[in-house]
């Protein structure tokens, strides 16, 4: 189920830069959408998750849910090496997830 | 501490060799589930169990057996492993319905099928 595709990168930045990571999917019948974070060597972890449409806003951390043009975007301000992570968007599906690939970010300082 | 461990971290194995990956979770949660994850193919849903006794396939289930005979435990099971088994596996849990968007996911295994 490719429904949810996102851009693998990677992607570097330098610290301080303000970050959008994207993802697009085709399958309207859902709603809610969430990020995850997976360091090196661990699991995934939940950042963050917005139900239908619209902003969500989390410290340096907004998720965004256009429904329109079906398009899930998290941006990170003044990001710091600590966000050097895989960023993996997701949708609900029923009793699963659905994820996008993961794009790799790297912030140097 | 509130987590999800797995056993073991690491496995390298034979052609053939029965295996068990185990998994356990200390929430409470209803709901785990298998997922393997692979370079350029992402994460993708082995199986998944609802609650006890209660499991059904994802999207990649071939090759595995999953049980649910407790509420805290969700072994993976490969009866014949093959070397297109090789990845890394995490297991994951919730509480169910609508909060299956906030999944808590183990450390990962890491299989390597010879």
């Known amino acids: 189920q490719k429904e949810v595709e996102q851009d693998p990168g990677p992607l570097s930045v330098p610290e301080g830069a303000i970050v959008s990571l994207n993802c697009t999917y085709s399958?309207?019948?859902?709603?809610?959408f969430m990020w995850y974070r997976q360091y090196s060597r661990k699991g995934p972890e939940l950042l963050m998750y917005t139900y239908s449409s619209g902003n969500k806003e989390d410290g340096r951390f907004t998720a965004q849910v256009d429904k329109s043009s079906k398009y899930i975007s998290l941006f990170i301000r003044d990001s710091q090496p600590s966000d050097s992570a895989t960023y993996l968007c997701?949708?609900?599906?029923?009793?699963?997830?659905?994820f996008g690939k993961g794009t790799t970010l790297s912030v140097s300082s | 501490e509130a987590q999800v461990t797995q056993n073991p971290r690491y496995l390298i194995t034979v052609t053939g060799k029965k295996l068990t990956v185990t998994c356990s979770q200390n929430m409470n949660h209803e709901y785990m589930s298998w997922y393997r994850q692979d370079p350029g193919l992402g994460l993708r849903q082995i199986y998944y169990s609802m609650n006890v006794e209660v499991t059904d396939k994802g999207d990649v289930p071939e090759g595995y057996k999953v049980s649910r005979k407790e509420k805290r435990n969700f072994p993976l099971i490969l009866e014949s492993p093959s070397p297109n088994q090789t990845s890394l596996y995490f297991c994951?849990?919730?509480?169910?319905?609508?909060?299956?968007?906030?999944?808590?996911f183990g450390p990962g295994t890491r299989l390597t099928v010879t």
């Open positions: 997701a949708r609900q599906a029923g009793t699963a997830l659905i």
């Open positions: 399958n309207s019948a859902f709603q809610y």
């Open positions: 994951a849990s919730s509480f169910s319905g609508v909060r299956t968007y906030e999944q808590y």
